[in-house]
């Protein structure tokens, strides 16, 4: 199963090679700027603007985390809204971002979880598609709405209930920044630390200087170190479950199935659960 598409092969893709190709630009940062103004100042041509904050998270209270996962019923209507659709041939569905694919592997993560099989992240987002000669359009893609239907399932995830069982058995890795798991500063969430048996395992470091992904032997060697085996179970948390979606990827293409815990630091720190410091 392909997780990854180069701009090249997005451009043959998107030249008709490749069937009904559906291209999320997925462009989100917490506090800003808005993407939709970012989108509109140049992005993939064909790319449909997705909003992570009202079409690939729901919304409630502190203690369902930042980003909840949205119902089934909300994301099926916004994958709906994007073009993505189940005749033949189905859609092939890419997205990406202009940060390493941080925010664009939440929209990967969220579409393979809902059942659908063709989804893939533009290695290096969207520096890798103008550096490879790529156009940008500034239109607002409104597409012939499509008529996927979703299920549940496709990936696993960790339950709130599951997470300390789950760091005493398994490998837990916590995508955050070092000095957030530490606990030396916590610019967001009401308590600095982690949970208790979890592995600080950077997003940013999934990555190579030019914001494409390390090979896959390159990604096995570093989870490998972070004492994620063949066979064990593992799970990762960032703080919303964003960021952790990245993580999922990454060990996808190291060759390891991981599940997300959604709720992530911003649901276990609104909580009177234990909280870790140091390393």
């Not at 140049?42 to 203690?63: K, R």
């Not at 960021?243 to 649901?267: C, F, I, K, N, R």
Request: glycine residues 14%.
């Amino acid at each position: 199963m392909e997780h990854l598409v180069t701009a090249a092969r997005l451009a043959d893709l998107l030249a008709g090679g490749g069937g009904h190709v559906v291209v999320l630009d997925v462009r989100w940062r917490l506090g800003g700027p808005p993407g939709h103004a970012t989108y509109l100042t140049g992005h993939v041509p064909g790319a449909v603007f997705v909003d992570l904050e009202t079409e690939l998270a729901s919304h409630g209270e502190p203690t369902d985390g930042r980003h909840p996962l949205p119902s089934l019923a909300d994301l099926q209507d916004a994958v709906r809204r994007w073009g993505v659709r189940a005749g033949s041939p189905t859609s092939t569905v890419v997205a990406y971002d202009d940060n390493g694919g941080l925010a664009a592997a939440r929209a990967w993560w969220l579409l393979r979880w809902a059942g659908l099989g063709d989804v893939r992240l533009l290695d290096g987002g969207l520096a890798a598609w103008t550096a490879a000669g790529g156009g940008l359009a500034t239109d607002d893609v409104v597409p012939v709405p499509g008529d996927v239907v979703l299920t549940s399932g496709g990936l696993p995830v960790l339950d709130l209930d599951d997470v300390e069982a789950f760091a005493a058995a398994g490998t837990l890795l916590d995508a955050r920044a070092g000095e957030r798991f530490r606990g030396e500063t916590e610019p967001v969430d009401p308590k600095a630390g982690h949970v208790p048996g979890a592995v600080s395992a950077p997003t940013i470091d999934n990555l190579a200087p030019d914001g494409t992904f390390l090979p896959p032997e390159a990604l096995r060697a570093r989870f490998d170190a972070l004492g994620v085996g063949d066979g064990s179970p593992v799970a990762a948390y960032c703080g919303s479950g964003v960021t952790a979606a990245h993580e999922v990827l990454a060990l996808a293409l190291a060759g390891h199935e991981a599940a997300l815990y959604p709720g992530s630091w911003s649901q276990w720190s609104n909580l009177d659960k234990p909280v870790a410091t140091g390393d």
